[in-house]
């Protein structure tokens, strides 16, 4: 029977192991980061094929750079002087590498979808049209501000590239489910040495369902309205993350100066600095502000928002109206797991409990398991004893006296008989 145990038992082995192992490659698939998929989009978009390649030493053009109808361009490996707009539309793709753009561009008023004054947009990507910087230096040169739209599911990434506008503002805006992705880059503005919030500043905007992912980059603020979602690793932000209506905004390991929710978005921050605050001050705001494995200089909540230290702490915490604060751990199967300040105590005293329990149940297993053992010993002891001592027995041989002592371990093997010696 323990033969049978033991074979079964390696039978079920066998299939548990490839089951864990085939879950552990399906989530490894499944769980590559953006930055993983993103890169291998970049590798797509670059490759040469069937692309018409712009590869000057010096290139000057006078005029709109309209790109549409599916058509691939490249323009690489140069020094590119653009007088007027970039326009990528329909399903076209623009890929600029290697590269100094200089772009000076027309004023042509634009309706965007926040705000009521129409501005001037000096880069458009709209509808399904990708646009690509890689290792680029992006020069908006004009005295208003400079934006990049990027919209109607249209798509933008921005890998080792800089841009710039050393006269006034730049930002990027995705709205209308699109995409932007930044990596390895940054914006600078025209004031470096500033300290604080001041007009010529670089933005990354998020609106109407769009997903930005901002991994070791370096501008100004982010700032995310609608059901949109944001993803900002390893990245320093100088000024703010600001935040309205209900988006999903997660921060790690980054440096922000402070940060503002309203309405009832969820914002999750783990081991990043926090420069002066995080304020939710609204009275109508909803907000659900995690904070994981930081320390936060100050945390004001107002209206029903929920703030969740989890492994956290907060040196001035202000709590008005029905704003609630939990407070748990970040486990390692489950993930961090948050409760009311007041069940602390309960929860910590049913969780030693339980550890205790468990302790003293194991033990108690493991003793009893060992006397029997002990117990089995003894008893097979008394038996070569007394059969040693019966008249006309000779002395058992060394090796079966061996087998007799480890009847116990191998219960299913039964010596047939003793040999004598």
């Known amino acids: ?47 040469p094929a069937k692309s018409l390649v712009i590869q000057y030493q010096s290139f000057v053009n006078e005029g709109d750079l309209i790109i549409g109808g599916n058509e691939k361009r490249t323009i690489e490996d140069c020094e590119y002087q653009l007088i007027g707009n970039i326009i990528v539309k329909d399903d076209a793709t623009l890929i600029i590498k290697n590269a100094i753009f200089n772009q000076t561009g027309r004023y ?19 509808n399904r049209a990708s646009l690509f910087l890689t290792n680029t230096t992006l020069i908006i040169s004009q005295n208003i501000t400079s934006r990049i739209l990027v919209r109607n599911e249209a798509k933008m990434y921005i890998a080792d590239s800089s841009v710039e506008n050393f006269k006034y503002d730049v930002s990027i805006w995705a709205i209308d489910a699109s995409l932007l992705y930044i990596e390895n880059s940054m914006m600078r503005r025209a004031k470096e040495n500033a300290t604080s919030w001041t007009v010529e500043s670089c933005v990354v905007l998020c609106h109407h369902y769009s997903e930005v992912h901002i991994e070791n980059s370096t501008f100004d603020r982010a700032t995310v309205y609608g059901s949109s979602r944001v993803f900002i690793e390893r990245s320093t932000l100088k000024d703010a993350v600001r935040i309205f209506d ?18 009832s978005p969820i914002l999750f921050i783990r081991s990043s ?84 329990a468990i302790i003293i149940i194991v033990l108690f297993v ?33 090796y079966k006296r061996k087998a007799i002592f480890g009847y116990q371990r191998l219960k299913s093997w039964q010596p047939k008989r003793l040999c004598i010696c």
């Open 1 to 47: 029977m323990g033969f049978r145990g033991r074979r079964s038992k390696k039978i079920l082995v066998a299939p548990l192991i490839l089951i864990t192992f085939a879950a552990n490659v399906f989530s490894s698939c499944y769980c590559v980061s953006s930055s993983d998929r993103n890169s291998f989009l970049f590798k797509q978009a670059i490759a």
């Open 108 to 126: 042509v008023p634009m309706e965007i979808p926040i705000g009521n004054t129409p501005t001037s947009v000096n880069i458009v990507v709209e």
């Open 246 to 263: 209900s988006p999903t905004v997660q921060v790690v390991d980054s440096t922000i100066g402070y940060v503002t929710a309203e309405g």
């Open 273 to 356: 600095i926090i420069g002066s605050y995080i304020n939710a001050l609204q009275d109508t705001t909803s907000a659900d502000i995690w904070l994981i494995h930081m320390t936060v200089e100050k945390v004001v909540a107002r209206g029903s928002s929920k703030v969740r230290l989890i492994d956290a702490s907060v040196k001035n915490l202000q709590m008005d109206g029905n704003a609630a604060l939990f407070v748990g751990w970040d486990l390692p199967l489950f993930g961090p797991v948050a409760f009311s300040p007041a069940l602390a105590f309960v929860i910590q005293l049913v969780a030693l409990n339980l550890l205790a």
């Open 366 to 398: 493991l003793i009893r398991k060992l006397r029997k053992r002990h117990l089995s010993k003894i008893e097979v002891l008394k038996k070569v004893s007394n059969h040693e001592e019966s008249p006309g027995n000779n002395r058992l041989c060394s």
